[in-house]
């Protein structure tokens, strides 16, 4: 009896296992092909927010700052929510040259989700990141590219237990749609701005796949 009472807790701590050790770093095949003046997905995940900005703030947040990007202008926001169970590559948005790739430390990381939200998240209901201490706070990786549209700009936040991001990118680099930039071993937030001349294909609650989903299009 003792044995089996002790094959649920085996059996959960093996899946955690697997999922931290192996599940993690799959290297899913991804045929990006994304079509004049369209924007791939960063990352794969669910949205969190889609929001304008309009200036230097949104909501009382400094955007600049939450992008670690002072260039950054007027356009759109997206935020994508990677979990534990998505693949943790991170994929370059659009074709341009790379101009800044640049790492902010945190005093201390706090997590993105507060146990009620994160419970909420495993069913399906992702909350507004935006506002959040960890959003706002937490250490942060971002990477600039140039288009023909404006500067598109990616920055991967950590989730709470430190960002343990590699990027793939360097400044100078001549970035190419869908190709890897970064891995996000430990998941958390990206946040990908776009110039206004873009249009946001994704909505609130939407799953997006990494270099395969159009998130926005260039406006005609």
């Known amino acids: 009896m003792r044995v089996r009472s002790l094959l649920p807790l085996v059996a959960a701590g093996a899946a955690?296992?697997?999922?931290?050790?192996?599940y993690r770093f799959r290297d899913p095949v991804r045929l990006p092909q994304a079509g004049s003046g369209e924007v791939l997905s960063p990352a794969d995940g669910t949205v969190s927010f889609v929001r304008r900005?309009?200036?230097?703030?949104?909501?009382?947040?400094?955007?600049a700052g939450l992008l670690n990007a002072?260039?950054?202008?007027?356009?759109?926001?997206?935020?994508?929510?990677?979990?534990?169970?998505?693949?943790?590559?991170?994929?370059?948005?659009?074709?341009g040259t790379v101009t800044r790739v640049a790492h902010r430390p945190a005093v201390m990381n706090v997590p993105?989700?507060?146990?009620?939200?994160?419970?909420?998240?495993?069913?399906?209901?992702?909350?507004?990141?935006?506002?959040?201490?960890?959003t706002l706070e937490n250490e942060r990786l971002s990477s600039v590219t140039v288009t023909p549209f404006g500067n598109v700009t990616v920055t991967?936040?950590?989730?709470?237990?430190?960002?343990?991001?590699?990027s793939y990118q360097q400044g100078g680099d001549e970035g190419r749609a869908g190709f890897k930039a970064a891995f996000l071993a430990e998941g958390g937030l990206v946040l990908?701005?776009?110039?206004?001349?873009?249009?946001p294909a994704v909505?609130?609650?939407?799953?997006v796949l990494g270099?395969?989903?159009?998130?926005?299009r260039a406006d005609n």
Request: no cysteine; proline share 6%; charged share 10%.
């Open 112 to 134: 993105l989700l507060g146990a009620g939200a994160a419970a909420g998240a495993l069913a399906g209901r992702i909350p507004d990141l935006l506002g959040g201490r960890g």
């Open 53 to 63: 900005v309009q200036g230097t703030g949104l909501d009382g947040v400094d955007v």
């Open 211 to 216: 270099a395969q989903t159009v998130a926005a």
């Open 192 to 199: 990908l701005h776009l110039p206004g001349a873009f249009t």
């Open 156 to 166: 991967l936040v950590a989730p709470g237990a430190g960002l343990r991001a590699t």
């Open 70 to 95: 002072p260039d950054a202008a007027d356009g759109w926001l997206i935020g994508v929510l990677v979990g534990p169970l998505d693949a943790h590559y991170v994929y370059q948005p659009v074709a």
């Open 16 to 22: 955690l296992w697997y999922v931290r050790s192996v």
């Open 203 to 207: 909505g609130v609650g939407d799953r």
